[in-house]
């Protein structure tokens, strides 16, 4: 990708991988796209399900409303109380797998209990999955069958692709293992020829494990797990995590950036690393949905 920011940690040796930037680069392209289908009669559209009042969860689908609309992709959010059915979601579900004016459908996780967040997944259209993160979806991943790719780690693989980053042949330690970034970014990482280790709470010597990285991603969920006694030098560090911490302005990632930034050849800083390549990532396959269906 052309014209990227080359821009350097503050007092240190460490590229900042700028996801905000390249995100940006990606919706002018998925612009010119949606014109592309606009003018043929195609409206690419992302159905939200939200259910609940979480706080978060709200924030999430205002941010990618407003980015859908940025690239002029049409976004139907569906709000519902935390007392709804799971009958009643399923329905809903079925009725946007048959409506093909719908070409993506985002179920908003956490989906709160006792409703069954897995069986919904189970009913969604696994070509309406723009989120990736159905067990159809899932399993091509696993089998190299075509299908979309979990937006946080598709995210992940499209800014080290842009930075001209090397992938295969290195050693890749994924720490985290959620269905939705850990295991997905794991496979993706093997399907482009890395060797991979996948690290969780039960990894004995974590931090031994973690130094042997070329390129480290922190998925684990605990702001500033990750420190700079942790990475090997010259690694590249991928900070997937996002926490907010009582008496801090801002979110944090999983890495401590500052001791980090002393030891890494690149890394992404939190905000503007990975969040904006997630949400361009969700927008890139909406418009693919939107272009097979048509």
């Not at 496979?187 to 060797?195: E, F, G, I, K, V």
């Not at 996002?242 to 030891?263: C, I, K, Q, T």
Request: overall charge neutral; aromatic content about 2%.
């Amino acid at each position: 990708m052309e014209n990227l920011p080359r821009t350097l940690v503050p007092d240190t040796n460490a590229l900042l991988l700028d996801g905000k930037a390249v995100a940006q680069r990606i919706r002018e392209r998925l612009k010119t796209r949606v014109a592309q289908l606009r003018e043929r009669g195609v409206v690419p559209c992302l159905a939200v399900m939200l259910v609940g009042d979480d706080p978060a969860s709200h924030t999430y689908v205002r941010t990618k409303a407003k980015a859908c609309e940025s690239v002029g992709i049409r976004s139907v959010v569906k709000h519902y109380p935390a007392s709804v059915s799971q009958t009643e979601l399923e329905a809903q579900i079925e009725a946007w797998n048959a409506d093909p004016t719908v070409h993506g459908v985002l179920i908003q996780h956490p989906v709160p209990k006792p409703l069954d967040e897995a069986a919904l997944l189970r009913r969604l259209d696994p070509r309406k999955d723009v989120d990736g993160i159905t067990p159809a979806s899932l399993g091509a991943l696993l089998t190299g069958e075509p299908a979309f790719g979990a937006c946080t780690p598709l995210g992940i693989i499209a800014l080290l692709d842009a930075y001209g980053i090397e992938i295969e042949g290195t050693h890749a330690v994924v720490i985290g293992r959620s269905v939705i970034l850990g295991k997905p970014m794991a496979l993706m990482l093997l399907n482009r020829n890395a060797t991979v280790t996948i690290c969780h709470s039960r990894t004995r010597d974590l931090a031994g494990v973690a130094r042997q990285a070329d390129i480290l991603v922190a998925a684990v969920g605990k702001p500033e797990f990750i420190t700079g006694a942790m990475i090997k030098p010259g690694a590249v560090v991928i900070d997937a995590g996002y926490n907010r911490v009582e008496g801090r302005s801002g979110d944090v990632g999983d890495v401590e950036f500052a001791s980090a930034a002393r030891v890494v050849s690149a890394i992404t800083p939190v905000p503007g690393g990975v969040g904006p390549m997630t949400v361009a990532m969700l927008l890139q396959n909406t418009v693919l949905a939107a272009a097979q269906q048509a």
